[in-house]
């Protein structure tokens, strides 16, 4: 039975530590066995700490799948960003691609997580969570097309319905296609999606 306890946040490295150890084995056991199969005692086992310890930080298992909802959506923010990062030497209307395919790849890595995180987990934090990715992402995007490209670059709240068109659409595309083909070609058509919606050409570049 999951118990009811109060959480507490991690201040210390040792308690960070801690806390992402509960994290990864959390997310080891859903991906390797499903949502039912992670007890609280199961992954306290896997990350190595009594179940004690676990409940310092988590109430239950939804608990710790809403704090490896969160930091999924921190990975993908920095992963998103290291991907514009990188591709400042090649034309600007090219840059949809890299970003949708860095998406959807990472989805497509923590599918089972994710889809368990989307039942099971999703709270008014986690909402929160997300919106705060979109706009901070959705800012991100608008800069670097303006440092980019010879015009004023798209408004705001182009980038952010980009940026949630992207989110949408290119978790369909991780959830529901297995196809490689299918895949790629859903991946193109987004990218002309957000070409349209960023108003951006290859004479952009």
Known sequence: ??????????????????VDGILSAASQIISGFGYDSATTNRIAC???????????YF????EILQGLLEHLIQQTQREVVECLACTLD?????????VVGTYVRLLRRHRTVLEAAF???????????IN??????ARWLQAYIAERGQGPGPSYDSALVAVQTI?????????????????????????????????????TA
């Open 132 to 137: 705060a990715f979109e706009r901070e992402m």
């Open 167 to 203: 989110s949408t659409l290119g978790a369909r595309i991780a959830f529901e296609t297995n196809d490689e083909g299918e895949s790629l070609a859903a991946e193109r058509r987004l990218c002309d999606m957000i070409s349209v919606v960023l108003g951006i050409t290859a004479a």
């Open 46 to 56: 896997r990350a190595g700490v009594s179940v004690g310890s676990l409940y310092q």
């Open 1 to 18: 039975m999951e118990r009811k306890l109060g959480r507490r946040r991690p201040i210390q490295d040792r308690s960070r530590t801690l």
């Open 90 to 98: 090649i034309p600007v209307h090219h840059v949809c691609s890299h």
């Open 59 to 62: 109430s239950n298992k939804d």
């Open 119 to 129: 039942e099971h987990a999703l709270g008014p934090r986690q909402l929160l969570v």
